[in-house]
């Protein structure tokens, strides 16, 4: 608070010892730190109580209230970090060491972004938009970014998902961060910025329905493969043959006529060129027996170094298109530094090959048995979490977004869930309908407003058959990118800080005095 000792629990004007108390304020100032986290991290799925996301933004916002800078960074971080090592736990399955690193930088991201904050209630006009950049940070950087347990996710199911065919993803999670200091400024009973802040929420719903969202060209009828298998297990203590039988015979309870058959992200596992092995052969016939193009995702070994992860497109007489992965998951399909990590931890269990980045367009172009062309665009597993693949594809003219994708290796369904989530907002900022495929769960059908259609449970051996709409024409959202909300979130922090010295506002000295009067009241934290 504005004159109360510090996180030290020294005085801050005179840098003695705070008389005896300080630590109770130290543990009570961490303790809201930690529950502000917490609401952020439970807003997400799997558990996906979306409103404790503004009571989370509500309660870090006041504790930025008259803070320090040093005191600033470190409540953020505490935050952010309470909020993140929770809901990235997956990536311990990849890399306990990484995982610690990750989370502790990307709460750092935070923390710093909150120095651009002024203290006092102009705070309030900054903290948005330095949470957009630290989102946006971490969703690119290091090794291209982990854009996961964002705050856009946890509102897939609210309302503010719909505001995504605006502004992606970002916008969303802009809008979060703006009812959050929004319902701040009512506990303040500061009515002048809450009501702004509910004001400029409300013109984003309302352009939200009314911004354009494509239009229907066609239908496409799709049979989507889950061949099932137990959760939790890894291709190196797999048999690759039992996967991909499993997924020919799930494909043979096709009991219809359909255009386009989609088989989940690598479940076929050759060495070498799939066209020199058995399998594409048994393809080929499988296509010819069910009437239909096959989208199999396949991974060839190609050196003792190096693989291939790609989703190729299948018929009676051969391959057809062929889409390689691009962005790869660090530690999970390649190895940054692997020289590096070889040296320190030889043993590490790291992957022994590299996935090889693919280089084209995110487009499939498939062409259905009775001659139709349909361009698709496609997004393999882990690319599904970021905006700019699906959006890449869509302007190449993809009419369905299809999402290959295999989680079984991953402990509990803490990543399938939210992979499910960002497919729900990559169908609203697209206007596209969105297909997942996965072999152990969850595979799904996704409509162009974000509601899942249909969705398989883990582990059982399902065909989803649904009829999706093809589907033309560019939202908002694929014209610009993120960028304008971007250099929105950058703008909104400069005025902040003008404002702060240059016209204290009216409800400074009510802030004050209320804060003087009041140190002691706790914001609600749930």
């Given at each position: ?361 995110a487009v499939l172009d498939v062409t259905t048995l009775d001659g139709t062309e349909v361009p698709l665009a496609v997004v ?147």
């Amino acid at each position: 608070m504005p004159d109360s000792p510090d996180d030290t629990g020294d005085d801050p004007a005179t840098g003695t010892p705070a008389a005896p108390g300080g630590g109770r304020r130290r543990a009570a100032v961490a303790g809201r730190c930690v529950t502000a986290g917490a609401c952020l991290g439970l807003a997400l799925p799997p558990w996906g109580w979306w409103p404790l996301a503004f009571v989370g933004i509500a309660v870090w916002d006041l504790l930025l209230e008259g803070a320090r800078p040093i005191e600033r960074f470190r409540r953020s971080w505490l935050v952010a970090a309470a909020w993140l090592f929770p809901s990235m736990v997956w990536i311990a399955a990849l890399t306990p060491p990484g995982y610690l690193f990750v989370c502790a930088v990307f709460a750092a991201y935070f923390g710093v972004a909150t120095l651009a904050v002024p203290p006092g209630p102009w705070r309030r006009l900054a903290l948005p938009g330095a949470i957009v950049v630290a989102e946006l940070a971490r969703w690119s950087v290091p090794l291209s970014g982990i854009p996961l347990s964002t705050l856009a996710m946890g509102q897939a199911d609210a309302p503010l998902a719909q505001t995504a065919r605006l502004g992606n993803a970002i916008l969303v999670s802009g809008l979060v961060a703006i009812v959050g200091v929004g319902l701040s400024a009512a506990w303040r009973r500061q009515w002048r910025p809450a009501g702004l802040a509910a004001g400029l929420v409300a013109v984003a719903l309302v352009l939200a329905a009314a911004a354009p969202r494509g239009e229907a060209v066609g239908t496409l009828d799709i049979a989507v493969v889950q061949g099932g298998g137990e959760q939790g297990t890894r291709a190196s203590n797999t048999d690759e043959r039992l996967v991909f039988e499993a997924h020919v015979d799930a494909s043979r309870q096709i009991d219809q006529p359909v255009d386009v058959i989609l088989w989940p992200e690598n479940v076929v596992s050759v060495e070498g060129r799939l066209v020199d092995n058995p399998e594409q052969g048994e393809l080929e016939a499988l296509s010819a027996e069910l009437g239909a193009p096959i989208i199999a995702g396949s991974t060839e070994g190609i050196t003792d170094t190096d693989f291939l992860n790609a989703s190729v497109v299948h018929t009676p007489d051969g391959q057809g298109d062929r889409y390689d992965k691009e962005l790869r998951v660090p530690f999970g399909e390649y190895v940054p530094f692997r020289s590096l990590f070889d040296s320190i931890a030889p043993n590490a269990g790291l992957p022994a090959r590299d996935a090889v980045a693919g280089t084209g367009d995110a487009v499939l172009d498939v062409t259905t048995l009775d001659g139709t062309e349909v361009p698709l665009a496609v997004v393999i597993s882990w690319e599904v979490f970021f905006t700019d693949r699906a959006r890449e594809g869509v302007q190449e003219g993809g009419e369905v977004l299809v999402n290959p994708t295999n989680g079984s290796s991953y402990w509990l369904t803490q990543i399938q869930t939210q992979q499910v989530a960002s497919s729900r907002l990559r169908g609203i900022e697209t206007g596209r309908w969105v297909v997942q495929a996965a072999p152990t769960g969850f595979s799904a059908v996704v409509t162009p407003d974000g509601e899942v259609a249909v969705r398989t449970a883990v582990s059982e051996r399902r065909v989803l058959i649904e009829t999706v709409e093809r589907r033309t024409g560019l939202t908002w959202a694929t014209r610009l990118g993120q960028l304008p909300v971007a250099m929105l979130g950058l703008v909104a922090i400069a005025p902040a800080w003008l404002l702060a010295r240059r016209r204290p506002a009216a409800d400074d000295v009510t802030a004050t005095a209320g804060g003087a009067a009041d140190r002691s009241a706790t914001p609600p934290t749930s």
